[in-house]
């Protein structure tokens, strides 16, 4: 089975500063040997609860309990696995990864292929729109949608002609694999072979962060196709659910301006940037979804929607807005005329008009209101079914804060009183717990528990020895300790994990350690037990009555079910069992003096 070479790993993980690697997402400020932030993976705008220990190489949230190392944090903010990870960091440090196996190779190869065949397409999109061939294209960009040349070359913008195979023989002609071409998205098949799929469309390339192209978006121009907008697929490098268009270009002013605006399309997108306002991104055609979030918080909490003016539009912003109240990010909500975009709104009215109503758009809560109400002209109002609408999204809200803040706003807006509002929201909270344990009693049994007559906090004393920098006390565990005596699913884990480093010149190293246990949880038990060691001053002594108890507790439990047993037992003096209870007893008995000579 293919795999990195873990050669390749240490290399990967001594080379990558983890506040270097978090910095990049979260926004860290140091107090003494930490550094704190607020958490990228739970809901809180204003306690910085996560840490990060650079000496040691981890991370951890004091309220959310999350924690890892630099591959745990690259992992859960790109949704990756562990090699594809690893080639992240790989790559962001300059380092060739040894990489064992064919399968492994190939498809790193074929990703490779991919991104170097979206490349060669967007040159080539771009090389058509400048020629005969493009001239309408052009024309319609420059003329109609009034963009500036600087703008189109900026964003690499292009134009596929109503070719089938042109571009299809181009990238053979390059000699990229079969493979890769079917995966990359740009062709379609069908019986008579491979076709181009974007045929006579303005092409917008989407780039990721380090400004590789992934995708493209396909726009109609010169006639009413029914698919005025076609789509890539998802791909190998493309996850439309964690990208944004316009992030490569744009990224630099919303570091420095701390605000982003999110509009849905790709000329809205470069119209703004055009006008000066360079601080926007574009959701692009796809769902605004929980990925997306997580990007916008590597940048600012500070987030405006401004959406198309339609019906359609309306009702896409109230569902980002509420997804991001869910994130704890209370946006605003930018507001324009029916039959309007932000790209036509900038070409008619210009900048200064759009940045007045930005100044004036509203929260999620106001801004549902007026469009309920506008929906609702030609009748009355209905209160209560006003309120059911925002508690079906509210619902899904942790943040006490904003829960509290949008109850009080519905409560203003429709003269009921918060407490009736609060209560109807408890009732519905309510129903909803009682139909998850109903569907999740089944799960619960499958988790990895701790069990409550276990001595955990035993347990927990135990794992912070094993990463003591005395190299007296490791060696003492090694040779004495009984992995059996930990009846912990997760302490036996990590010891297992630990053990063979026990003998170290130098503690284990828990950022590796992390990197051999694959249940989540155990891993951010590990974090827990270790995150403050240099808290805790051991000694030899501790050591020796932490293996002392761990074995007693063995001992006891194993005389407990033999006096059970002899209980039940028809025959009232049952040597065997008798025998072994006497020997149990003085096993017990000697504990304390066994360890007196290491």
């Given at each position: ?10 290399q ?15 926004e860290?400020?140091q ?7 607020l ?16 000496d ?17 944090f ?10 594809d ?20 190779k ?7 292929q991919i ?28 003329k ?8 189109i070359?900026e ?16 990238l053979r ?82 570091r ?19 006008a ?14 929980n ?36 994130n ?13 975009d ?6 008619k009215?210009g ?8 100044s ?39 943040d ?18 918060q ?18 344990n ?72 828990v ?38 108890r ?10 407990t079910?033999l006096r ?10 049952d040597?065997n ?7 149990l ?14």
């Amino acid at each position: 089975m293919a795999r990195i070479s873990e050669q390749s790993i240490d290399q990967v993980r001594q080379a990558a500063d983890i506040v270097d690697v978090i910095s990049k997402y979260v926004e860290l400020k140091q107090k003494g040997k930490h550094f704190w932030g607020l958490c990228p993976f739970h809901s809180d705008t204003r306690a910085t609860n996560f840490c990060v220990t650079p000496d040691m190489g981890i991370y951890k949230c004091y309220a959310c309990g999350a924690g890892g190392n630099c591959f745990t944090f690259i992992r859960e903010q790109e949704n990756l696995e562990f090699v594809d990870a690893v080639k992240h960091l790989a790559e962001n440090y300059n380092i060739t990864l040894d990489i064992k196996g064919g399968d492994s190779k190939k498809f790193a190869d074929t990703k490779s292929q991919i991104i170097a065949i979206h490349q060669i397409a967007t040159d080539y999109y771009k090389e058509i729109l400048f020629s005969n061939v493009g001239k309408d294209a052009l024309n319609y960009l420059l003329k109609e949608r009034e963009l500036k040349k600087s703008l189109i070359d900026e964003f690499h913008v292009g134009f596929s002609p109503d070719s089938y195979d042109d571009l299809l023989k181009l990238l053979r002609s390059e000699s990229f694999s079969s493979e890769a071409m079917k995966l990359s998205g740009l062709f379609i098949q069908s019986e008579k072979g491979y076709y181009n799929r974007f045929r006579s469309r303005i092409m917008f390339p989407i780039h990721d962060y380090r400004g590789n192209v992934i995708a493209f978006n396909g726009r109609i121009f010169n006639s009413d196709h029914p698919s005025k907008y076609v789509n890539s697929p998802e791909t190998p490098i493309y996850n439309k659910s964690n990208v944004f268009y316009g992030i490569f270009q744009n990224s630099k002013h919303i570091r420095e301006t701390k605000k982003i605006v999110l509009v849905e399309g790709q000329t809205d997108l470069i119209q703004l940037t055009q006008a000066g306002a360079n601080y926007c991104l574009a959701v692009s055609g796809t769902a605004f979804t929980n990925g997306h979030v997580n990007i916008l918080k590597r940048y600012t909490n500070n987030i405006y929607i401004a959406f198309d003016g339609d019906d359609a539009g309306k009702k896409a912003a109230l569902k980002c807005g509420y997804i991001l109240s869910e994130n704890a990010i209370e946006p605003k909500i930018i507001t324009l005329e029916d039959g309007f975009d932000p790209d036509d709104w900038i070409r008619k009215y210009g900048l200064d008009t759009f940045n007045q109503r930005l100044s004036e758009s509203k929260g999620v809560i106001n801004t549902h209101y007026n469009f309920f109400s506008n929906l609702n002209a030609h009748g009355s109002l209905s209160a209560n079914e006003f309120i059911q609408e925002c508690l079906n999204e509210i619902i899904n809200i942790k943040d006490p804060i904003i829960r509290e803040i949008m109850i009080k706003e519905v409560s203003e807006l429709t003269s009921i009183d918060q407490k009736n509002i609060l209560q109807v929201l408890n009732d519905k909270e309510s129903r909803k717990t009682n139909y998850q344990n109903q569907n999740n009693e089944s799960e619960v049994e499958n988790k990895p528990t701790i069990k409550s007559n276990l001595p955990e906090k035993l347990y927990d004393d135990f794992i912070r020895l094993c990463f003591s920098k005395d190299k007296k006390i490791r060696e003492f565990i090694f040779t004495n300790m009984n992995e059996n005596w930990l009846l912990s699913n997760y302490h036996k884990t990590i010891y297992e994990s630990t053990y063979i480093h026990l003998k170290g010149e130098s503690e284990p190293a828990v950022n590796v350690i992390i990197d051999q246990i694959e249940n989540k949880e155990i891993k951010n038990k590990l974090i827990e037990l270790t995150f403050d060691l240099d808290k805790i001053e051991p000694n030899h002594l501790m050591a020796v009555d932490c293996i002392i108890r761990l074995e007693q507790h063995i001992l006891k439990n194993s005389l407990t079910e033999l006096r059970d047993k002899l209980k039940s037992s028809d025959d009232d003096f049952d040597d065997n069992v008798l025998e072994q209870l006497n020997s149990l007893e003085k096993q017990i008995s000697q504990l304390k003096n066994k360890y007196n000579e290491q």
